[in-house]
């Protein structure tokens, strides 16, 4: 199995928006997609007074975070759990609030990275594209089980894909002579399916569908849908938030979740606002941050990120 390898999204960026509100003895900072740590060995290093939370659902990540994550012995406490379980993995650690909460959405570079985990569609590879891949459906049994109505409905609706419907008829037809197996099938039938015009446009053909495999396969915008708010909780007055998103659906769960906070709950003609009604957070970004074009040269995968970032300014009630 090839090593992965491993480039941070925007670590300088991230570093400067959470180190601010980590210089206190006891601070804690919530790695909620841990990966490979390079946002983590980062902070850990710039902020020699904070205590890092490290979550992942990938057991093999965990294992390799930690040998990064050696030489701060005693500053982590790395766990495997799916994000959206902060509020238990914060409160089986016995920490009441924290003052950082970190998500790198989506599929991590060891999960592109290493072939036998199915993500990538460059290569053939086992249909598998579980984050845990301990348990649960994968995506070959998603192709070989689900009705085309609901392979076109996650297919329109993760993928943003124009040929869903064609694409699951061919599926369900091809299903039936022998079960996928592989993603090479896969990207063999997409590029028969999809028109000769929609393949020279918008990347490669199989990108909209593996995408949306995989949300379907992790349930990631479910799991998202709840994790931002749960963090948003667990920050404490002054803590801060940052999230790094690739695609629009993520982008439009976090930029939801953060505009429903930094605004007043107030009627509008109301002359004086009240505490209660104040907003609990204010924006560190303006709207969605990019990559600069130095940065997407040198990391490929920084060409679709997405940065929002807030700080908690208000206990909630």
Do not use: W
């Not at 599929?107 to 845990?132: I, K, W």
């Not at 089980?145 to 943003?160: M, N, Q, S, V, W």
Request: glycine share 6%; net charge negative.
């Amino acid at each position: 199995m090839a090593g992965p390898r491993h480039v941070p999204v925007l670590l300088d960026r991230v570093v400067s928006l959470l180190a601010p509100a980590l210089e206190e003895p006891g601070s804690v900072v919530v790695d909620a997609t841990l990966g490979l740590a390079g946002h983590s060995e980062a902070l850990l290093t710039r902020c020699p007074r904070a205590h890092l939370v490290g979550i992942d659902r990938d057991v093999h990540a965990l294992e390799l975070a930690a040998e990064r994550l050696a030489p701060f012995t005693g500053r982590t406490s790395l766990v495997h759990a799916v994000y959206d379980e902060i509020p238990d993995v914060l409160a089986d650690l016995g920490i009441a609030a924290v003052q950082g909460i970190l998500f790198d959405l989506g599929v991590s570079s060891m999960q592109l990275d290493v072939r036998e985990r199915g993500f990538a569609y460059a290569e053939d590879a086992p249909l598998d594209m579980r984050m845990n891949d301990t348990t649960g459906l994968t995506a070959a049994e998603v192709l070989n089980t689900y009705p085309a109505a609901d392979l076109a409905r996650i297919l329109r609706a993760y993928g943003e894909e124009k040929f869903a419907r064609q694409i699951a008829r061919a599926i369900v037809t091809e299903r039936e002579k022998e079960p996928f197996t592989s993603s090479a099938r896969l990207v063999d039938l997409l590029y028969q399916v999809i028109p000769a015009p929609a393949r020279r446009t918008g990347g490669h053909p199989a990108k909209r569908t593996f995408q949306a495999l995989r949300i379907e396969v992790n349930e990631e915008l479910d799991v998202l849908e709840r994790a931002i708010p749960a963090a948003i909780d667990a920050t404490a007055l002054g803590g801060r938030v940052v999230v790094e998103s690739y695609h629009s659906l993520e982008d439009r769960l976090v930029k939801q979740a953060f505009a429903a906070r930094t605004r007043s709950t107030a009627p509008v003609d109301l002359p004086v606002v009240p505490e209660e009604h104040q907003p609990e957070l204010r924006l560190l970004t303006r709207g969605a941050e990019k990559a600069n074009e130095q940065e997407i040269e040198e990391n490929p995968r920084a060409a679709s990120v997405r940065l929002r970032a807030v700080e908690r300014i208000r206990r909630a009630a």
